[in-house]
């Protein structure tokens, strides 16, 4: 072993990402104690045992794994960040809530905790309530959107989606019998009710996690072998970013600020669940924020506290929908409306109004483009003449990973597989490598694209005639609209973005395949 020296402590450093550890020295030792005490015993060589430690000046600890093992022992300084990356690895999330009974015989047989109807049952509540802690913790820390908790046949899954992909997460083993109390905890802190296991139930919760303050939305389905459910975090401590931080394209960045400054009409931004539409909305509301406009918002859920601009919390239970709080909010003499979501005819036809009669209206839709909110509107029962009439732009965006700036690297378009629309006057693209600092997925946060329509004469005129998005897309081109797919190949040719995410988030049209 080609050993490296810390000066400040007279000890080996070991990098425990390139060095393999024998998992069944892991289990000589309580979870609780490997991960409290931050160490990792990774090797044994003629009888000594070596091990990476955090805190050289715990000095007690070597003395403490001597007596537990009987060997002779050698430490090696090594990355706290590491050794914690490299018991969750192979330890599982959760393991720290078990203490001992992690490596003892389980108390409780999974037939009787199936049967589970709650925590107390259990007589366990301390671990599956530090269980659940725990998850958050770790998801938060790894930067996930969404806990997904799935029951499969003869085993519990734990997903995270981290930018916008899923991700299998290592457990510790014991958890899956403690499944139904997991769910069981997430319903009480949910305010469900822990008896209903029929039906699929939504709720909504509160965590406080060191300083940061994270609402949880909770979405319980009855799947054949459990219940599954679905955790959904949101950060209240992130910033509202300005406009300039969206990194919209220059051309499109002058128009959007053109259509959010009208003094009336409709502005929608489209795409789906989780594709920074509600991100891009507050943008847009702190940038035409003013003392002398009154601006209130509709939401479900409010996610972020905005200063100065009055915000009201859906609540359907009591009546309290979008469209009716859109008709009480109209009397309270608003400049600027926001309506989180247009879903159904009622709400659609409510935003209609508010903008013909002189309001500016902010809301989002489902579609897969741009073009493609005109029909939409229309398909909910809103007349075509009133969306050609008040509709003044969409805006429609996806979430592409961003490539480390680490790792990636550069390869010359001719040596990579690229489709047929890929513009000839790119010559070189950047690839995903993988490295320590992205977890060697070669992806490091994500960059927005946009495709921005712009109603003019020409697009409206088009729209009056025929509700077809390809031919209200032939004239916004013509007019100069970039579409999603030629904005991803425009940051594929930065060096923000892979050729990959492109084609995973859009699809080719019909004028970029001529």
Same mark, same amino acid.
């Given at each position: 072993m080609?050993?490296?020296?810390d ?12 060095t393999?550890?024998a998992d ?7 979870p609780s104690? *490997? ?10 060589e ?5 091990v ?9 600890l ?6 537990r093992?009987?060997k ?5 300084l ?5 050794i ?15 203490g ?5 015989? %389980?108390?409780f047989?999974?037939?009787?905790l199936e049967?589970?109807s709650?925590?107390? %049952? ?8 530090k269980l659940v802690?725990?998850?958050l913790?770790?998801a938060?820390q790894?930067g996930a ?5 799935e029951?499969?046949?003869?085993h ?6 981290v %930018? ?11 958890i899956?019998q ?7 905890r997430i319903?009480i802190?949910?305010k469900?009710n822990i008896?209903?296991r !029929?039906?699929p139930? =939504? ?7 060191g ?7 909770v979405?319980v389905?009855? /799947?054949?072998?459990?219940?599954? +459910?679905?955790m !959904?975090?949101? =950060?209240?401590?992130?910033k509202?970013?300005?406009i300039?931080?969206l990194e919209?394209?220059?051309?499109e960045?002058k128009?959007?600020l053109d259509?959010i400054?009208s003094p ?7 795409g789906p669940?989780g ?5 891009t909305?507050?943008?847009a509301?702190?940038?035409?924020k %003013?003392?002398?406009?009154k @601006?209130?918002?509709i939401?479900d859920?409010?996610e972020?506290?905005l200063?100065?601009?009055h915000q @009201?919390?859906?609540h ?9 709080? *859109?008709r009480?909010?109209l009397?309270?003499d608003?400049?600027? +409306? &926001?309506?989180?979501?247009i879903?159904?005819?009622e709400?659609a036809q ?5 903008? *013909?009669?002189?309001?500016?209206v902010?809301?989002?839709l489902h579609?897969n483009?741009?073009?493609g909110?005109?029909?939409r509107?229309v398909?909910?029962g ?5 969306v050609?009439?008040t &509709?003044s732009g969409?805006m429609?965006q996806r ?6 700036p680490?790792?990636?690297t550069?390869?010359?378009?001719s040596a ?11 010559a ?6 993988g490295?320590?600092?992205?977890q ?8 927005p694209?946009?495709?921005?329509l712009?109603l003019?004469q020409?697009?409206t ?5 025929? &509700?077809?998005?390809?031919a209200?897309?032939d004239q916004a081109v013509?007019n100069g /609209?970039r ?5 991803g ?5 930065e060096?923000k973005t892979?050729?990959?995410?492109v ?10 395949s001529?």
């Open positions: 080609n050993e490296v020296y000066s400040r402590y007279g000890m080996p450093f070991i990098d425990l990402t390139a393999d550890i069944e020295l892991l289990g000589l030792f309580p104690q *490997l991960n409290d005490r931050g160490f990792v015993p990774f090797a044994v003629n009888g000594e045992l070596f990476a430690i955090a805190n050289p000046h715990d000095l007690d070597p003395t403490e794994i001597k007596l093992t009987g002779k022992i050698r430490t090696f090594a990355d706290p960040k590491e914690a990356k490299a018991l969750k690895q192979r330890l599982g999330v959760g393991s720290t809530a078990f001992d009974a992690a490596v003892a015989d %389980d108390p047989q999974s037939e009787d049967d589970s709650g925590i107390d %049952d259990l007589g366990e509540q301390r671990i599956v309530s802690d725990e998850l913790i770790d938060l790894m959107s969404d806990i997904h908790l029951c499969e046949e003869d519990f899954q734990i997903r995270y989606r %930018d916008g992909l899923l991700r299998h997460v290592s457990t510790s083993p014991n899956s403690y499944r139904s109390a997991i769910v069981s319903k802190l949910s469900l008896a209903e !029929r039906l139930q =939504d709720g909504r919760f509160k965590s406080v996690i300083t940061r303050e994270t609402d949880v939305r979405s389905i009855p /799947m054949l072998h459990g219940e599954n +459910v679905v !959904r975090l949101l =950060d209240r401590g992130r509202v970013l300005g300039e931080e919209i394209p220059e051309f960045e128009k959007f259509l400054r009336n009409g409709m502005v929608l931004i489209t669940t594709s920074g539409k509600t991100t909305l507050y943008s509301l702190n940038a035409i %003013d003392s002398r406009i @601006i209130v918002t939401e859920p409010v972020y506290s200063p100065g601009i @009201i919390q859906v359907e239970k009591i009546g309290r929908t979008f469209a009716k709080g *859109l009480s909010v009397r309270h608003p400049d600027v +409306v &926001l309506v989180g979501e879903r159904d005819h709400t409510s935003a209609v109004q508010a903008s *013909l009669t002189g309001h500016l902010f809301s989002t579609t483009d741009a073009c909110a005109l029909p509107l398909d909910m809103v007349e075509p003449y009133l050609a009439g &509709l969409v429609a979430l592409a990973r961003r490539l480390c680490s790792c990636k550069p390869k010359s378009v990579l597989d690229t489709p047929e629309d890929f513009p000839a006057s790119i070189q693209a950047w690839v995903a490598t490295c320590r600092q992205c060697q997925t070669g992806y490091a946060g994500r960059l694209i946009f495709e921005l712009v003019d020409q697009v005129r088009i729209a009056l005639t025929t &509700l077809d998005p390809n209200i897309r013509s /609209m579409t999603l797919r030629q904005s190949w425009a940051a594929v040719s060096g892979t050729i990959e995410e084609l995973r988030l859009t699809t080719i049209s019909n004028e970029e001529e």
